[in-house]
């Protein structure tokens, strides 16, 4: 028990140093890996200090007055400067959806552990339970669609457009340099209610496209798909129908993998006959606009079935309310695209990025990752003449090292009209909704700021108070309220006497865009000396056209970013 | 063990029955008590066949397809309506904090154990604990101000100027009626950093103060006192070192309660001298503005005490910065004011809410909790002649049914010099902040909203667009297009055929301004009917000219509350 400890301990080392090193080359900082894993080297001393059994934790951590300050496995804080990254991209997002006239709920962070079993197959193994306290067994939410489906379910709501955006988690295997945390942002839109065949589905993707496009990094696609036209494919050529979702899965793999190793998986793995395996590759590798739909439809095999034939009349409708929402160049209808989650039981689709930040980005997760595969190396090493098992593990870790996933899916969704059914079978909401990636969306956003040098600011302020002599804060506070009063962002040094050269480096390193400058001089002239902080420019206004003059100022002021 | 769960099965039910019905009338709905008893004692039925044995639930679950649908114990869901009037006051509050130039960080939703421990005293246990899924120990943030701190020590900050909205958890005794739930939202403001006096704490002030005008909820009064000042006077009062904590706690219970009775708890359960607690008793009388610090200023006694003097002090410029900011009027210097944290060190500050919004709510307040007063008496007599340790512990709930709390604090906070100090002994960030009890402005904002009749729209659509005959889903969804060109908030039917009056009805209900019907003459004669809702007067509108007199007529129409 005590050696699975230990062993435990050391994997969470080295765990956390690789992770602190992808974060460090992540975000640029010039410190090398040697550096880097020098200083962790050091952070061994403290962690194993912290690291003892819990009877001693105790009084050890007292004794020392020391914690471990760290966010938990697999979560990470927001500084400033990310979080206006996010907030600038959410609030894009809610734009988006308040033009198409959605609104907002909230739900718990956590639900009923009930609600969520049997939802997520084998992935309920990675739902973060709540201790039993001598209450409701409690589980934190894995998504949002589940406590969804559970309002509307609960409220008997028969239709709603609505978004939510909120963290869910999930105990994975977390991973920085991909982006893979325990606690992440969902984005949600959905439509639920009884309605006309493809009219919600098209707005959904039609909104899909407008984040998209509204979030500006680079060209977009959507790939565009049919589940009833996969069950219907499979039927044709001959897939036997339990073997449906198998299959499926398999296929959804064409996005990375050759067809060759997906064949030998289907035969292999799952026992598919070679022949109806070439059958299916022949449709899989299909992919094309409105004219292939013409051609499957002219497929008299496939036209014949009940299902494909069904999905192929939706396709083709989306389609032509697509080409009317001005976004048809952007949707590819997509044979290989299947989804992974159980639930859909219509159109699916999901969006990549295109365009040369993609490339960028994999770039740069490349150079990560091998940094990281370098500390993993210089761990080994030093783990070297120690247990066995340990080394194996880490070696058996550096396995995935390689495998740059790029930017991957940045939007998906689908129809799903049976998950109201799940909670109470009197109930009939057909639902077909979005999902944003917003946390991917965050880390492109974050690379194109890097990539691109812009100018993000952390905080709005659009002028600081400054005084050059001593004795003057008064003044300055009266001069505060006076633009506070004017809704002007204003900050001044909570100093009574600072330096005039810390004032003014403090509105260069914030960027703020406006100094105004007030000594005895000014205060018996009445005036005040205004700055443009970027070219020092002064010019002296009289006090009385100062909100007047900087709010004419504040007007043309562009925006950064 | 069974006989035990029984209880609790049943208290359960019983509390459910209670909320729900507190809820109900909460939200003026028209059912009387013996009607909504009688629904909830069909749900008893319901109840009664998922609270089974964990051993049984499950197969009884999948045979009858049933959940238990609600949200967790002490949670709620937000409707899209009190979604609406959630972000409101969000934005109001954010607008604030930017004002005066603050950035805004997150962190995650739990932290290690460890870091929450011996932060809260008492009230640990009601921290939520997560299960020891083979990781670390977490648990649910308790409140912002801690993970702030953690926050600050572990990326060695000195200094930051951060608010922070989030929600928190705490596994208290829930109570809507009352407003107190296990997860609900925290909203602060902090200012870290070596400044000088004042200058941060009065802006703290300032900040409370333009919050409350903002959200326009009636008159308000920030009291204020000081830490120092109260430990001086007790020490001049001759309370002894060690029971200060103590003495101050009931100290703080003067806005509730008589001073005969807090004298009596001073005496009697801590251990004071009558003659101690009569002196106490002179100064926690006192409260009053500028001339009441000047008044105790030429107090020989306390004047003698460096630690009471100090804080006159501070009082003094806090009370002249204020002023500065035209806020003398809002404050009340309160020497009964101790507030319950520990950790604070300063300057401490409360609002409440003036005005007749309070008197109502208090008067709504009395209702609902008198109606669960009666559902519970009808709980117990149905109860009658069951357990008697039942109908015991249903009584001992009825304890507290009487007491109205009102609307209580809605804003508080103070200075915390040594909190980041029990992260990292080396780090002295001296902390002065405001948390925002937004969860009550929310209530009060509803019942605001009720009171007066106020227009909430849950989203925020613009325009719909009908269309009177069959066959027209085209020429609405090319009408659509071009409105969300033009980023006007625009929805119509998901219905390919659906009937004029459904649609115009649809505008009605949810308050829509504008509708643009275009029918087959609409189409020939290219000019579309412009209908505002409200009057429901209509013209024709040239199809080019469509956006641009709509964009005119939006710009003028007044938004809801």
Redesign the interface.
């Known amino acids: 028990m005590f050696f699975l400890r230990l062993i435990r301990c050391r994997l969470f080392l080295v765990e956390r140093k690789t992770d602190t090193i992808a974060k460090l080359f992540a975000r640029n900082m010039s410190q090398s890996v040697d550096q880097t894993i020098e200083k962790m080297s050091k952070m061994d001393i403290k962690n194993d200090n912290s690291q003892q059994q819990p009877s001693q ?1 105790k009084s050890k ?1 007292d004794e020392a ?1 020391k ?7 697999g ?6 400067l990310q ?2 990254v ?2 600038n991209v959410f609030k894009k997002i809610i734009e988006c959806f ?15 552990k ?2 969520l079993t049997q939802k997520y197959g084998e992935d309920s193994k990675l739902i ?6 001598a ?2 067994l ?1 589980s ?1 939410r894995y998504d949002l669609t589940v406590p969804f489906a ?2 509307l ?3 008997r709501l028969i239709n ?1 457009k ?1 978004y939510q955006i909120g ?1 869910v ?1 999930r ?1 994975d295997q977390p991973c920085a340099a991909r982006g893979r945390y325990r ?1 992440f942002y969902q984005c949600d839109f959905d ?1 639920a ?1 009884v ?3 493809m ?2 589905d098209s ?1 959904c993707v ?1 909104i899909m496209a ?1 984040i998209l496009t509204k979030v500006d990094l680079g060209d977009f696609q959507i790939k565009i798909n049919h589940r009833k036209l996969l069950d219907g494919m499979f039927e044709v050529c001959g897939v036997p129908k339990d073997k449906i979702r198998l299959v499926s899965s398999s296929i959804d793999k064409l996005d990375k993998t050759e067809w060759t190793d997906v064949k030998k998986e289907l035969v292999e793995e799952k026992s598919i006959d070679p022949e109806v395996a070439d059958k299916i590759g022949e449709y899989a590798k299909l992919s094309g606009g409105m004219e292939l739909i013409d051609q499957l439809k002219s497929d008299e095999v496939l036209n014949k079935n009940k299902s494909a034939s069904e999905a192929l009349d939706d396709l083709d409708l989306l389609f ?2 697509c080409a ?3 976004i048809k160049d952007k949707l590819l209808f997509d044979l290989s695209l299947a989804r992974g989650l159980d639930y859909y039981t219509g159109v699916i689709y999901e969006a990549i990025l295109k365009g040369d930040l993609v490339d960028y980005i994999a770039e740069q997760q490349k150079k990560a990752l091998a940094e990281k595969a370098a500390a993993r190396a210089v761990a080994i090493e030093k783990a070297k003449g120690k247990k066995t098992k340990e080394i194996l593990e880490l070696e058996d870790e550096d396995a995935d090292v390689n495998v740059s996933s790029g930017v991957g899916t940045v939007a998906a969704g689908g129809r799903y009209d049976e998950l109201v059914n ?4 009197k109930q009939n909401v057909p639902c077909v909704g979005l999902s944003i990636g917003v946390e991917r969306l965050f880390a492109v956003m974050e690379a194109k700021i890097k990539r691109d040098n812009l100018k993000v600011r ?4 659009e002028v600081y108070v400054a005084t050059p002599q001593k004795g003057l ?2 003044e300055r ?2 001069l505060c ?1 006076m633009l ?2 004017a ?1 002007i ?3 001044h ?5 600072p330096k005039i050269l810390h004032q003014l480096q403090y509105c260069e390193e914030n960027k703020i865009p406006y100094a105004i400058i007030i000594g005895q001089d000014e205060i018996e002239n009445r005036v005040v000396k205004l700055r443009e902080v970027a070219s020092r420019a002064e010019e002296t206004v009289p006090r009385e056209k100062l909100i007047e003059t900087l709010s004419e100022k504040l007007l043309k002021t562009i925006k950064t970013y």
Chains 1, 2 share one sequence.
């Open positions: 934790k951590k007055g914690f471990l300050l760290k966010a938990p496995k979560t990470r804080d927001f500084d400033p979080m206006a996010r907030d308040q033009l198409h006239g959605a609104v907002t709920i909230d739900t718990p962070v956590f639900e009923r009930e609600i973060y339970d709540l201790n039993d306290q209450g409701e409690l934190l559970r309002y379910a609960m409220n709603i609505r963290k988690y105990r606690e439509i209610g309605y006309d065949k009219l919600p707005e039609k407008d032509k309310y009317i929402f001005g799940m909670f109470d079978k952390a905080c709005e302020t804060v008064e506070l009266r309220q506070w009063e809704n962002k204003t900050e040094s909570y100093k009574a006497n």
